[in-house]
Structure formats: C-alpha cells, structure tokens
T-cell receptor, first 115, second 112 residues
C-alpha cells in the first residue's frame, strides 16, 4: 500500500544547530514533493517544492533534497531559531497525469528549537 | 482578499444535523481543494476542483459529504446527518497552478 512516513516523535534541537527532518515514501512515483509548516490552530504554509528531476532546492535557511532512488526527502533548517518551532509536513504530488495537483500529506514531524 | 478565507472558524453541531462549511479562495486561483485533519492525523484529501472540469471526489468518505464550487470561486462543503467521527478541522486550499497550496485557517467542526 502507499505510505508516507515522517518521524512521529518530536525533534528537539538547540538554537543555532541544523534541524534535519525526514520524509520516506513507498509505492509512489511522485512528480514533485512539497514541504509545509503548520503552527497550532493554523493551516499549513507552503515552504518549498522540489521536482523529481531535481536533487536539491534551497531557500534562505531551508534546504530540501529529493532522492527518488531511496524514495526519501530530507528537509534541513540551518541556524535554527526558536521561531522555527512548528510541525513540518511533507506532501507528494503525482502531477497532471496522476490526479492533477492533488497532494498526499504525511502526518508531520514536530520540531522544537530550544534556547 | 489576500488569502483563503474559511467560515465559520468553529462549529459545534449536534449529531444528525447538517452543516455547511464555506471557503473563499484567492481570486484567480483555478484549483480549490478540501482536506480534513483529525487530531494527530495527517491531512486527508476530500475533493478537488480544477477550473470547469468535473471535480475529483475520490476522497469523500461517504455520500453524506458533498461539495460544490459556484462560478469557479466560492466553495461549500456540506456534511449531512453529521456523526461524531466527522469531528475534525476542515481545511480549504487554492492554487493557480501546480505549486504550493495556500491554505485557509480551517473550520474546526465538533459533533456532539
């Protein structure tokens, strides 16, 4: 069956360190993968999109990698800050031939950055 | 408006009643999505509207759920004869093209 797995346990790191979150998937051939941030009581906020033919994408302190052989994406936040504390969701899209822009989401990983 | 607007933000209803949830997407966004999020669960796809195409209803959990999108803009998600397992946050999102979604803040539905 299709599955998207993210670390179910919360990730606690110290301010200034790099946070690395993992998203693994099985039985999918995504055209692209997206990462979102969700704060309590709010809807998810889009962060980055990476396509199947891209290995890495960066945006400010954020970096995403996408390994279609390992079926894994890594999401890095460098120089982490307490304001980065939130739940981070990965989502897979199959593209126009696989259901349009419909996304399938993982359950998310809670990140807590401590002083 | 600048973002996706959902109303109401909170709704408490009695089991067996019908509810309507509203979503105002960003103007010009041709695609609109409904998801729901239960406590501790991931986002569950419900339905997807793309322009004038027939909606993708493959995620609707039962025939008690329906949605429409009038004039390619506002969408209403209707749940008939609500059950306690329908309690969740219902999220709407829109996008102009294959790219990141812009989500609303959601409607928290509680069925008592």
């Amino acid at each position: 069956s299709q599955k998207i797995e993210q670390n179910s346990e919360a990730l606690n790191i110290q301010e200034g360190k790099t946070a690395t979150l993992t998203c693994n998937y099985t039985n999918y051939s995504p055209a692209y993968l997206q990462w979102y941030r969700q704060d309590p009581g709010r809807g998810p906020v889009f962060l980055l999109l990476i396509r199947e033919n891209e290995k890495e994408k960066r945006k400010e302190r954020l970096k995403v990698t996408f390994d279609t052989t390992l079926k894994q994406s890594l999401f890095h936040i460098t120089a982490s800050q307490p304001a980065d504390s939130a739940t981070y969701l990965c989502a897979l899209g199959l593209g126009l031939t696989g259901g349009g822009n419909k996304l399938t989401f993982g359950t998310g990983t809670q990140l807590k950055v401590e002083l | 408006g600048a973002g996706v607007s959902q109303s109401p933000s909170n709704k408490v209803t009695e089991k067996g009643k019908d509810v309507e949830l509203r979503c105002d997407p960003i103007s010009g966004h041709t695609a609109l999505y409904w998801y729901r999020q239960s406590l501790g669960q991931g986002l569950e796809f419900l339905i997807y509207f793309q322009g004038n195409s027939a909606p993708d209803k493959s995620g609707l959990p039962s025939d008690r759920f329906s949605a429409e999108r009038t004039g390619g803009s506002v969408s209403t998600l209707t749940i008939q004869r609500t059950q306690q397992e329908d309690s969740a946050v219902y999220l709407c999102a829109s996008t102009p093209r294959p790219n990141g979604y812009t989500f609303g803040s959601g409607t928290r539905l509680t069925v008592v």
